[in-house]
């Protein structure tokens, strides 16, 4: 102001240019500092679903495993009700082992926490462009609908088998055989992992005669298993697409 009163334009022009230069410059450091934590922030997100969907690909490793294991019990069922009944005690045991597991299933979703907490911050976005969003969408949305249907089934095997077999049977297959269920996918060695282990035969060889001429003898359960069969490719089929669709995401965003 005393430069004004003074009439000393040269004075004014310059604290006019520093105070102008002033908040100009305050802005841009403070745009660079929203740009460089919004960055961070997208990177810290990538990184958070890249370890969710790898984390996803452990599990539906575990998931293949174990469907993989269902699919060759049903079909060792499939070929002993189209032979001649089972003579060994052992391979009456087998029959019943098998009539029970063929009818496991073992639900799947993808782990979208991270993805749900992004999209309902509205920081979806800072992760990448449009077509990674929508592949994201696909994959967490509508994939993991089609999962919840895909990986449950009310099929009538199931509840027909399991009436077929005796309940001290039952009850000896789930303390003895140890079927292994929920596992940490990360402690499971795939490879090795079997969720169908080889089990002894209980002292039970009446129980277990009895049970496997039920088996046998049940006229409609080879048209129910068979269409256990089928269900259980159509997951198998299911679970290396979801698998391809988190391996392509995780290259997508690692490039990002």
């Given at each position: ?11 004014v ?15 841009q ?22 370890s969710?969907?790898?984390?996803d ?7 293949r495993k ?25 391979a009456?045991?087998q ?10 299933i ?9 993805y ?12 990448s ?14 994939a993991a609908l089609?999962?919840?249907m ?56 009446t ?12 006229e ?22 979801l ?8 290259t ?5």
């Amino acid at each position: 102001m005393k430069h004004v009163r003074d009439q000393n334009w040269t004075a004014v022009a310059l604290d006019f240019v520093i105070v102008v230069v002033g908040v100009f410059v305050g802005i841009q450091v403070s745009n660079w500092n929203d740009q460089h934590f919004t960055a961070r922030e997208a990177i810290d997100a990538r990184a958070r679903l890249i370890s969710d969907l790898q984390n996803d690909r452990d599990v539906l490793a575990v998931r293949r495993k174990f469907y993989m294991e269902v699919k060759d019990a049903a079909k060792r069922i499939e070929h002993i009700l189209e032979a001649d009944f089972p003579e060994t005690t052992e391979a009456q045991w087998q029959l019943i082992r098998d009539t029970e597991n063929a009818g496991l299933i073992w639900a799947f979703k993808p782990s979208a926490q991270v993805y749900d907490e992004l999209l309902n911050s509205g920081k979806l976005r800072l992760v990448s462009d449009t077509e990674i969003l929508r592949q994201m969408r696909d994959y967490y949305q509508d994939a993991a609908l089609e999962a919840a249907m895909s990986f449950q089934i009310d099929a009538p095997y199931r509840n027909k088998s399991r009436r077929l077999i005796s309940g001290p049977l039952i009850e000896y297959q789930h303390h003895a055989c140890s079927i292994v269920v929920g596992a940490d996918p990360s402690n499971v060695k795939v490879e090795e992992q079997l969720y169908f282990p080889p089990c002894p035969a209980p002292a039970l060889e009446t129980e277990i005669l009895e049970t496997a001429q039920r088996i046998h003898a049940e006229e409609e359960l080879l048209g129910d298993l068979r269409l256990v069969l089928r269900h259980t490719e159509g997951v198998l089929s299911f679970i290396e697409y979801l698998d391809d669709e988190a391996e392509a995401l995780i290259t997508k965003l690692e490039a990002d």
